[in-house]
C-alpha cells in the first residue's frame, strides 16, 4: 500500500515540469542550462526547485558558485523523474504503434561478448517478425547500462548487476559467464614461449578496460605476486581501437574469445599461452521490475530469448 505522504506528494505537489527540469537539471549541473533547456526561466527553474524541497522537507541540491550539485535526494529523484518521463514516452510510442501497425524502436545495451554472439541472433528473429521495428543498440561497461536502463533511458540491457542497491528494482536472467583469454597479434614474440609468466606479463605494454571488476581481478594476479602493476597502459573498451593498437604493437588485452573468434580464425590475432583464469562474471538480461515494456521492447526481449534459448521468467 501506498504510504499516504507519498499520495499527496504525487498528487498536489509534483507536476510535469518539476520531472523535465530534474532531468536537465541531470544532465546540465547548471540552474540556467537546465532551465533554457527546459523552456523555463532561471526564477522560474529555483522556485520549482524550492517547491519541491520544501514538499519533501530535504535538500536536493548543493548550490555552488558555478553551479549545482544533487544531494544523494537529488539523486535517487532525478533517475526516477527520468524513468517517470521515459515511461510516458513508451505510454506515447505503445498508443503510436496501436494506431499505425506494429514498430516503434527499442533501446538495448550489451556487454561487448553478448553483442558480438547473442544480439546479432536476436535481431535477425526479431527484424525476420518485425522489419518495422528500430532498434539502437548502445555499448558501455555495465554500470553505466544499468543506471541508463534505471533512468529509463534503455528498455533491455544484456549485463551485470554490479550495484547490490540497484538489484531491487530490476529483473535479471542469466546467460553466461565470460572467461577472458590474454590475446596479441600474430607473430608476438612470445607465442612460441613455454617459460612465459606473470614476471613478462608485469613489463609488457597492456589495452586495459576502465576501472571495474575485470581489470580489479587482472590487477589482483601481479598484487598476489608481489608484481609491479603494468605502467604501459592504454585504456579503452572500443574494439576497433584495440584491434588496431593490437596490430601495430606488441600489447597485450584480455577479451572473451567470442569476441575477437573471426580475427583468430583469420590468423591476425592469437592467444598466449598463459592460462590467467580471467571471469568478468556472469552476465544476463536486465530489465526493469513492474515496468510494462512497449510492444517494440517486448518483442525484442521474446528475441533475446529465444535465441538464448530460455523460457519467460514465471511470477507468482
Not at 504510504?3 to 536537465?24: A, G, P
Not at 540491457?157 to 528494482?169: F, K, N, T
Request: charged share 20%; hydrophobic share 50%.
Amino acid at each position: 500500500m501506498r504510504d499516504s505522504s507519498s499520495t499527496r506528494f504525487i498528487r498536489f505537489h509534483l507536476k510535469t515540469r518539476h520531472l523535465v527540469l530534474l532531468v536537465e537539471l541531470g544532465r546540465h549541473a547548471s540552474i540556467l542550462h537546465a532551465a533554457e533547456a527546459a523552456g523555463l526561466t532561471q526564477p522560474g527553474a529555483s522556485k520549482l526547485i524550492g517547491e519541491l524541497e520544501h514538499a519533501l522537507g530535504v535538500p536536493l541540491f548543493e548550490r555552488l558558485p558555478r553551479g549545482v550539485v544533487p544531494t544523494w535526494y537529488g539523486q535517487v529523484l532525478i533517475r526516477r523523474a527520468g524513468a517517470a518521463l521515459a515511461e510516458m514516452d513508451a505510454a506515447h510510442q505503445e498508443i503510436m504503434q496501436g494506431q499505425a501497425g506494429f514498430g516503434g524502436r527499442v533501446a538495448i545495451g550489451s556487454v561487448r561478448a553478448a553483442a558480438a554472439t547473442l544480439l546479432p541472433q536476436a535481431i535477425r528473429l526479431l527484424k525476420e517478425r518485425n522489419p518495422r521495428v528500430q532498434v539502437a543498440v548502445a555499448s558501455d561497461t555495465s554500470q553505466a547500462m544499468i543506471e541508463g536502463l534505471r533512468a529509463g533511458e534503455l528498455d533491455i540491457v544484456i549485463g551485470r548487476i554490479l550495484d547490490p542497491g540497484a538489484a531491487a528494482e530490476l529483473e535479471f536472467e542469466p546467460l553466461a559467464d565470460e572467461p577472458h583469454s590474454l590475446i596479441v597479434r600474430a607473430g608476438h614474440p612470445w607465442l612460441n614461449r613455454s617459460d612465459l609468466g606473470f614476471e613478462d606479463l608485469a613489463q609488457a605494454p597492456w589495452i586495459l578496460p576502465l576501472a571495474g571488476r575485470l581489470r580489479d581481478q587482472l590487477m589482483a594476479l601481479f598484487i598476489a605476486r608481489g608484481l609491479p602493476q603494468p605502467a604501459d597502459v592504454v585504456e579503452t573498451i572500443s574494439l576497433p581501437l584495440v584491434m588496431r593498437l593490437l596490430a601495430d604493437s606488441d600489447r597485450v588485452v584480455a577479451l572473451p574469445l567470442e569476441l575477437v573468434q573471426s580475427a583468430l580464425d583469420a590468423g591476425t590475432l592469437a592467444v598466449l599461452p598463459l592460462d590467467v583464469d580471467l571471469r568478468a562474471g556472469v552476465y544476463g538480461i536486465v530489465t526493469r521490475k513492474r515496468h510494462h515494456l512497449p510492444p517494440s521492447a517486448e518483442a525484442m526481449l521474446a528475441a533475446l530469448r529465444e535465441a538464448a534459448g530460455l523460457t519467460p521468467p514465471v511470477h507468482t
